[in-house]
């Protein structure tokens, strides 16, 4: 690798550093090509970049950035996993690729949240989170829910009117 492509991935990896809210860094060793496309297909549909990255390089991108607390746990061989809307969604797949695949050899060391140092038991509790779109349909139903109680109020309101009047009705119908 010449300079110009190191610059050139150094560029890449330090746009999407700085765009990223989360950035989970993993150990891939021992997987196999079809198991690294799975992973990084189910990633890039959740919104997610996967980069395999040379240590060494990555230190470079992360210096004076965001997710400059990864910089110095960058060891072995290295994946970094780079959300940008929803922080929750790598953690998610990542857990989930792990829980479901056991016999590959993906293992979570770390991340950075908003550049606070989250550990392999940090993104593991981010995973159990919601996610951003489960969260929004929350929030939805939620407001929904106080118009929807104010107009039952309402019509319980006038059904008892209208109840009223009936039963006066009837009472004058059979006097």
Known sequence: MNRAEKAEVISRLSESAGKASIAVVTDFKGMTVEQMTGLRKQLRDSGVDYYVVKNSLARIAFTDGTHEVLADKLKDNNAIAFGYDDPVAPAKVLSQYVKANPKTK????CGSLEGSFLDEAGIKALAQLPGREELLAKMLG????????FVGLLANVMRGVLNALNAIKDQKEAA
């Not at 939620?142 to 109680?149: D, G, L, R, W």
């Open 106 to 109: 993906l293992n979570v060391k």
């Open 142 to 149: 939620t407001m929904n829910a106080v118009p929807q109680n």
